[in-house]
């Protein structure tokens, strides 16, 4: 079928509308008709090809909500007119030990929504059933795009590694992955700190659910005290008050790209078996509990509604900071 997509043509460039050929869906694929799509800052990056895996003319776009419009041999029918997410993971491949063991989003061979593959910031994309998941009735659906990828992002630390809800959870960088990272931690039942270097956007943390915020500068005075860090920022930090902000046994969790390496002095975590870790999204079982964990406690992404024509404008406001919390641009593209 003939689409409609908003494409750059090399990096760098403006994105511009254009038609392109949707095959069919192959089996086990569906296609989603997409309704709304948030802008995450990997799509910037995919734009300026900043990871080196990006193919133009790129259609950026992953975290997609749409209504099912065909699906491909060994998908239900009923699920045409379904409405449904798609984040960052559109394929994996089920048969793999990964797949099996409920980690598919650790899949070797793993398909990207818009890496070599045309993504949401058009009128349809096309996604394996498994990893486009269902919206329940109680997500409001407009607002819902930003937790396909920033959402089930910061979910992943809390779920996969089955925080208790006891912990001291700090929270680096509120933005876009951030200020949902507050509100999932709030709801878990942890003691939630928000660790910004944005003194400004204290009252609206306290908003989002934390229950202290502190300016990263004065990070020393934290010594000892989290369970779990979460890092929604792709900056270098102070790494060394970071890490020694952790109680024993407490993790730093990264989920910013930041590209220099994370400088760690050994003894910082073996005398009190501190760890760090990273995680890419999660499983499609963890998205489909989120939906669930986020209807039954009202978490939504606070978001910036521009319909798609407007995208350019979307990003280069992202370029520059200049949106609270999350853009979502809708269609029809
Ligand atoms: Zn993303
Ligand atoms: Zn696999």
Redesign the pocket.
Known sequence: MEVSVWQSGAPGEPLSRATAHLPEPAEDELVLEVLHCGLCHSDVSMLDNAWGLSSFPLVPGHEVVGRVCAVGPGVNPDLIGQLRGLGWISG?????????GGD?NL????ESTIVGRQGGFASHVMAHQDWAVPIPDSVAPEDAGPLFCGGVTVFAPLIDEAVSPTARVAVIGIGGLGHLALQFARAWGCEVTALTTTPAKRQEAIGFGAHEVVALADLGGCAGRFDLIINTSNHSLDWAAVIGALAPRGRLHQLGAVLEPIPVAAFDLIATRRSITGSPTSSPASLVKMMEFCGRHGIRPAVEHLPMAELNTAIERLRRGDVRYRFVLDGPA
Not at 107 to 110: E, I, K, M, V, Y
Request: one cysteine or more; glycine letters at 8%.
């Open positions: 994996s491949c089920r048969h793999c030990i990964r797949c099996l598919a899949c070797g061979s793993l």
